[in-house]
Each structure stands twice: as structure tokens, then as C-alpha cells.
């Protein structure tokens, strides 16, 4: 149902080398892009994350409600990604941890500020 997600970014660089090693974690890379985006995600077909500079040139402001949720695969990978967001300096809005009898989750922000969400679902 989703094709790709667009996050803004004020420097490309960062936001690529913040990327690059935490999608690593969880199998993902960047697919391809220009030089005001690149997209991110495992494969084609799949769902993508995409991070770029503003087509306007404006500054980038995430969003107030908004978060990307990028599946963990189990609570080990969780922890695993929670643990390489911060150690690439994203900011704790939330260490891993149960939030429902189903989910386990984790939160950050990255470095401009996007919120995350690292998680397992059991249903």
C-alpha cells in the first residue's frame, strides 16, 4: 500500500551517512536517487524510505504526528537498530521496550529531527 515516504533533510551528506549505516542493520541500502534525494529500502517492489533536501529550497520541519515505522524483524533487531541510531547521534524519545501485550517498540529522532520508530508486531 505504500510506495515510498519522503523525509526533508538540511544536509544530504549526514542524512545519507546516518542512513546508509542504520538501514545496514536491517538489511536495507540506498537503491538510488539524485543529488537532492536518495531512496532507501531492500530491494524493488518493496517500501521505501527517500530523505532530501526540499524541492523548494525552504528548510525542512518534520512533521507534528508524523513517524516512519521501520520493521525491527524481532526484539533483538529492535534493540539493534535503536542502539545504531543513537551511536550515530539520533536523539532517545523512547528506549526499546513492550508498549502493548503485540508490540515492542523504540523511538529516536534522526539528526534533523524526524521521528522513528523501530518495532515488532505480533497479531
Known amino acids: ?8 533533510t538540511a544536509d544530504i551528506e549526514k542524512a ?8 545496514a542493520e536491517a538489511g ?3 537503491l538510488f536517487g ?11 517492489g518493496a517500501p521505501m524510505l527517500a530523505v532530501c533536501i526540499p524541492y523548494d ?17 524481532d526484539r533483538a533487531g529492535v534493540d539493534r537498530l535503536y542502539a545504531k541510531a543513537m551511536a550515530l547521534g539520533a536523539t ?21 529531527g524526524n521521528k522513528l520508530c523501530f518495532f515488532e508486531m505480533k497479531m
Open 16 to 23: 545519507c551517512a546516518f542512513y546508509d549505516e542504520l538501514f
Open 92 to 112: 532517545d524519545e523512547g528506549g526499546p521496550g513492550e508498549r502493548l501485550p503485540v508490540f515492542y517498540g523504540a523511538y529516536v529522532r534522526d539528526l534533523d
Open 1 to 8: 500500500m505504500i510506495g515510498y515516504v519522503t523525509i526533508g
Open 57 to 73: 529550497k525552504n528548510d525542512p520541519k518534520p512533521g507534528n504526528g508524523t513517524m516512519i515505522a521501520i520493521p525491527g524483524g
Open 34 to 44: 539524485q543529488d537532492r534525494i536518495k531512496f532507501y529500502g531492500t530491494g524493488p
Open 28 to 30: 536495507g541500502k540506498q
